[in-house]
Structures are given as C-alpha cells and as structure tokens.
C-alpha cells in the first residue's frame, strides 16, 4: 500500500519537472514511469540499508537502462528521460539545506551536508556509467525486441 | 537538388548549435549534432563546444563561426525537435534547403507547455518523494501550492531581469515567506519540511549530477562551470531563505 503512494507520487513529480524543463509531450510518461520504479527501488533498499551510496547508486542504474530502452522506443534523446526521472533522487535539496548552514556560520553540519551533497552526486554518476556499459552489451537484443513490439508514436503532433 | 556551398552550411550548422546550446544540450550531443548535419550536407566540418561558446569550423578553409551564450535553462523540447531534424537529414529524407527553413522556424519558435500544466507541474515537483510519510501530509499539501508560488515568483522575475542567481534567490524568498507565514498561522506543522519540499523546482540537483556525469565523460570544462554555477545557485537558495526567516522574526517581533 505504501509503495503504491511512494510510486504515484514519485510518478507526479517527474512529469512534473519534466513539464517544467519542457520535454516533449511523447517523453512525459516513460520518464514518470522510469522515476516512479527508480524511485521504489531507492525506497526499498533503503529499508535494509541505511547507507547513501547503494540505494542511490541502483535507483540510477534502472534509470540508466529503462531510460535507454524509452529512448530507443520512442526515439527521444535520452536526456529527456533522464532529468526528469532524477529529480526525486538528486541532492538538490541537500546542497539547499548545505548553503543554509554555510550562510549561518554552522561550520560542522555545512561540511557534513556538503560531503552528503558530493557523495550522492558521484553515486548518481556511477550508476549511470555502470548502466550504459551494461546496455551496450544488451543493446543488438533489445532492438530486435523492440522492432518486434507495436508501433507506439515517435512523433509529437505540431 | 543543387549542392548547397559552404558558406551556407556553416551559417545553418551555426544555428543549430546556436539552438543546442541554448536549450540546455550536453556538450558531446551538441558536437555530433552539428558534425553529422555538416556531414551529410557534403562538407567536412568540425565543431567545439564548451558550456559557453560553439565553434564550427570548415577543416579545409579558414572561416569559423564562433557562438557565444550564457548559461541559460533547459528546453528539451528544441532538443528533441532538432535531433529529429537532422536524423531525418542525415537519412537524405528532407533536403537542404528543409533543412535550413526547419532550423529558422525552431529558433523562432516559443515551444512551452501551457501555463496551467506548467503551473500543475511545479506543484506536483513540490511534492517531494523524500519527504513522503516524514512530514506531515498537511505539510506536503502546503507545499504543492507554496511550491507553485515559488515557481511562479522565480518565473516573474526571471523574465524582467537578466542578473544572474536572483531569479532563484527570488524564488526561494516566496518559498520561505509564505512557510513561515503558514507556521504563524498556525496551519503548517514545520516549515522547514515545507521549504525543502517547496524548494524541489528550483534547487540544482540535476545540474549537479549532470556536472558529475560530464566530467566521468571526460568533459571537464563544461563539468566544471556546471558545479561552479550550481554551487552559486545553491547559495542563491540559502540566502534567499535566510533572508526570509530573518525578516519574519523581526517582523513577527521574536
């Protein structure tokens, strides 16, 4: 039950931001979709494991090879999944609550926050290398699969 | 079809990294975008791109066009539309002169959702998963609409000035105010979970891990001025917040 919630609303949120840095219309539902599995597989690990890095680090890998596989099918740059399906995981608030910290002098938890900031970062970045060298390996199979599937549009209506 | 000469080729492969680049392209995309339209057209070009600049250049002449931009926003929209365009160009589908009419048209194009979705969309960002079943759901629900409020301030001003970091600093000043408003009330619960989820449109983030991503791909300019910025927009943030705490607790007299 609570994951359903956790995924609708990661889901809202990503076509939110996609609407926001304006991806085009065919690209709004795989990246709420890519958001909304990368963020319960986030939310699942960090049931068993406290840690930033592993829960971060996987959520990124899905997003990596769903992503490529969205962006094939629907032939979309692969950016246009990416950013939006990032925006519940990236440490945007984090680097917020870092510069608060520094602004007010409170040397100890700015460090703290900012060191947070740079580690989920790198997490992020890792997961997307790991996931792109694993789809070029997967990548010939996939598009015979995908040439097998319906047609969906790979065109936004002017 | 006649061949179209040079001149020509350049001042279109121009453009669309004039576009790319504007819209918030990867520096490597905006390279090969311009390169394959170059090629195809029947010259042997080369393009450089930095976060702030494109140069395209013909290898066996001596002209080279320079384009300069200022960090700016995502468009992917154009992105997406461009990289169709030269596809279909790339695979002799539409010739040159198409070519060269589409690119026009995107440039002049406005290409947005409306404002209702966008509007709909802050709101829903505002929602963040983080927060989920950690603030209170009343607390969630203000921050879908103090999240459109910051969204909208941020837009605001965004348009009728071009000084750098206050469109963000704005931003998270309504954000702030209206929280800390919403506490004096008595309605909100915390409002420092009301700004961190309000702040979702507006923080870094994916600035941040897009400047990772770029320099684990060797492209450590661009990576660079990318955290540069995003640590400027960060701080933009904070003290924008900062400011609204401190104004609300002289004015409310604490």
Same mark, same amino acid.
């Given at each position: 039950m609570r994951l359903l919630v956790e995924f609708i609303?990661?889901?809202?949120s990503s076509i939110g931001f996609g609407v926001i840095t304006n991806i085009p219309k065919r690209a709004l539902l795989p990246a709420g979709i890519t958001g909304g599995v990368s963020w319960c597989a986030y939310w699942l690990i960090?049931?068993?494991?406290? +840690? !930033? *890095?592993?829960?971060?680090?996987?959520?990124?890998?899905?997003?990596?090879?769903?992503?490529?596989?969205? $962006?094939?099918?629907?032939?979309?740059?692969?950016?246009?999944?990416?950013?939006?399906?990032?925006? +519940? !995981? *990236?440490?945007?608030?984090?680097?917020?609550?870092?510069?608060?910290?520094?602004?007010?002098?409170?040397? $100890?938890?700015?460090?703290?926050?900012?060191?947070?900031?740079?580690?989920?970062?790198m997490a992020l970045a890792v997961g997307f290398v790991v996931a792109e060298v694993i789809f070029k390996a997967i990548r010939p199979f996939l598009i015979r699969l995908i040439a097998k599937l319906p047609e969906v549009q790979t065109k936004s209506q002017k | 079809?006649?061949?179209?000469?040079?001149?020509?080729?350049?001042?279109?492969?121009?453009?669309?990294?004039?576009?790319?680049?504007?819209?918030?392209?990867?520096?490597?995309?905006i390279e090969t975008t311009v390169e394959y339209i170059g090629h195809a057209a029947g010259a042997r070009v080369a393009c450089y791109a930095t976060i702030t600049a494109v140069f395209?250049?013909?290898?066996?002449?001596?002209?080279?066009?320079?384009?300069?931009?200022?960090?700016?926003?995502f468009n992917l929209q154009k992105v997406d539309e461009l990289n169709q365009l030269s596809r279909e160009f790339v695979a002799h589908k539409i010739t040159f002169s198409d070519l060269e009419r589409e690119v026009a048209r995107i440039e002049r194009q406005v290409i947005n959702f409306p404002w209702w979705a966008r509007i709909l969309g802050a709101g829903w960002v505002s929602v963040a998963p983080m927060l989920l079943f950690k603030a209170t759901n009343g607390?969630?629900?203000?921050?879908?609409?103090?999240?459109?409020?910051?969204y909208l301030g941020a837009e605001f001003v965004g348009r009728r000035t071009t000084t750098p970091y206050f469109k963000e600093a704005t931003g998270a000043f309504?954000?702030?105010?209206?929280?800390?408003?919403?506490?004096?009330?008595?309605?909100?619960?915390?409002?420092?979970?009301?700004?961190?989820?309000?702040?979702?449109?507006?923080?870094p983030g994916v600035a941040i891990t897009n400047a990772i991503r770029e320099i684990l791909s060797r492209q450590i300019i661009s990576g660079i001025v990318r955290t540069v910025d995003a640590v400027f927009v960060a701080g933009a943030i904070g003290s924008g917040v900062v400011i609204a705490i401190v104004l609300t607790q002289v004015l409310g007299g604490r």
């Open positions: 609303i990661s889901i809202l960090s049931l068993q494991d406290h +840690s !930033l *890095v592993l829960p971060n680090f996987t959520a990124t890998v899905i997003i990596g090879l769903l992503g490529n596989y969205f $962006a094939i099918r629907h032939r979309v740059p692969v950016n246009t999944i990416y950013i939006p399906s990032l925006v +519940s !995981l *990236v440490p945007g608030g984090i680097a917020y609550l870092g510069a608060r910290s520094f602004t007010m002098g409170k040397a $100890a938890s700015a460090a703290q926050q900012i060191y947070n900031v740079i580690l989920i970062a | 079809m006649s061949q179209p000469d040079t001149e020509e080729i350049l001042e279109v492969c121009g453009k669309v990294g004039e576009i790319l680049l504007n819209a918030g392209a990867e520096t490597s995309r395209v250049s013909l290898e066996n002449e001596s002209r080279t066009r320079l384009i300069k931009s200022s960090l700016g926003g607390d969630l629900a203000w921050a879908f609409f103090v999240g459109i409020f910051g309504v954000v702030a105010i209206l929280a800390e408003l919403l506490m004096n009330i008595g309605w909100g619960d915390s409002a420092g979970n009301i700004i961190i989820s309000a702040l979702m449109p507006l923080v």
